[in-house]
């Protein structure tokens, strides 16, 4: 099974960016379309971005025009790059396939993203 790997993630402060990673340990072709997720204490898991193997995207309407998503097949790895970021954006990011499957898919221990002055 092809395990995923987030980083990136970091404090910064209301209006700052951060660009974070996802690294598979094989090809994430084998996924088709993927995503990146968030969770907030509290909260419900929630889509924030995905896009697919042909680079068709679908952004949450929170994130519209702040979080491009990307993939580099190449490289194995999904990236989201954070910018503008509000203090309600924090929350654990992970990413996965999408969409994810409870019967297929698992959740990695995501990276943190913390937003405050």
């Known amino acids: 099974q092809v395990q995923l790997v987030e980083s990136g993630g970091g404090w910064v402060q209301p209006g700052g960016s951060l660009r974070l990673s996802c690294v598979a340990s094989?090809?994430?072709?084998?996924?088709?379309?993927m995503g990146w997720y968030r969770q907030a204490p509290g909260k419900q898991r929630e889509l924030v971005a995905s896009?697919?193997?042909?680079?068709?995207?679908t952004y949450a309407d929170f994130v519209k025009g702040r979080f491009p998503i990307s993939r580099d097949n190449a490289k194995n790895t999904l990236y989201l790059q954070m910018s503008s970021l509000k203090p309600e954006d924090t929350a654990v990011y992970y990413c996965?396939?999408?969409?994810?499957?409870?019967?297929?898919?698992?959740w990695g221990q995501g990276t943190q993203v913390t937003v405050s002055s």
């Open positions: 094989g090809s994430i072709l084998s996924f088709g379309a």
């Open positions: 896009i697919d193997s042909g680079g068709h995207l």
């Open positions: 996965a396939r999408f969409p994810f499957s409870r019967w297929f898919d698992s």
